[in-house]
């Protein structure tokens, strides 16, 4: 079965730093490009960064870019998120997404979210 | 950045009847590059379609997308109660990649 598992969420007071994992299963994860994708409270998704299979491309939002970084472990079948200088408006459940082939490619295989909440 | 703009926000049908959602793009937009999700309250999104009219594995047939441009629908010919939802579009083509506000399938 593939599968995506998120972990490292949590409570982090603004100005901090924290690291999302998402671990791959079920699949060759380094064939496929993988996304985060968020959704604060009550609203629409949104997208927030996407690498490419090999590592090499990545790809930033705008209100994350410089902020946040998007790394890749294809020995350990991991996806990574380091995000700092973290805002309220980044409080959000964060998912991870594989896509279908390459970076531009619809995302068909889901994580089951991690929450980061950003607050004092 | 591409604006994605779905309509209407909110659709009130009943089971057994057509949906049709429209995703309008503030600039062109790659067909290939399109997809539609759908979302349950509380449950990760599924991708539906993808390059604008693609069904993605194991999605009915009853769930067809198309389009191109600026203009993309995603139909739905008979609902089924699993279908109420929200559902979303997504472009890839130009970064960064943006997706719709959301377009919530409810009950009459």
């Known amino acids: 079965e593939v599968r995506l598992l998120e972990s490292g969420g949590g409570l982090v007071q603004p100005g901090g730093s924290l690291r999302l994992s998402c671990a791959g299963s079920?699949?060759?994860?380094?064939?496929?490009?993988t996304s985060w994708v968020r959704q604060a409270p009550g609203k629409g998704l949104e997208w927030v960064s996407t690498i490419s299979g090999s590592g090499d491309s990545t790809y930033y939002a705008d209100y994350v870019k410089g902020r946040f970084t998007i790394s890749r472990d294809n020995s350990k079948n991991t996806l990574y998120l380091q995000m700092k200088s973290l805002r309220a408006e980044d409080t959000a459940v964060y998912y991870c997404?594989?896509?279908?082939?390459?970076?531009?490619?619809?995302?068909?295989?889901w994580g089951q979210g991690t929450t980061v909440t950003v607050s004092s | 950045e591409i604006v994605l703009t779905q309509s209407p926000g909110t659709l009130s049908l009943s089971p057994g009847e057509r949906a049709t959602l429209s995703c309008r793009a503030s600039q062109s937009v790659s067909s290939s590059f399109l997809a539609w999700y759908q979302q349950n309250p509380g449950q990760a999104p599924r991708l539906l379609i993808y390059?604008?009219?693609s069904r993605a594995t194991g999605i009915p047939d009853r769930f067809s997308g198309s389009g191109s441009g600026t203009a993309f629908t995603l139909t739905i010919s008979r609902l089924e109660p699993e279908d109420f939802a929200v559902y979303y579009c997504?472009?890839?083509?130009?970064?960064?990649?943006?997706f719709g506000q959301g377009t919530k399938v409810e009950i009459k």
């Open positions: 390059g604008a009219s």
């Open positions: 997404a594989k896509s279908i082939g390459g970076p531009r490619s619809g995302m068909d295989v």
């Open positions: 997504q472009q890839s083509g130009t970064s960064p990649w943006t």
């Open positions: 079920g699949f060759t994860f380094s064939t496929y490009a």
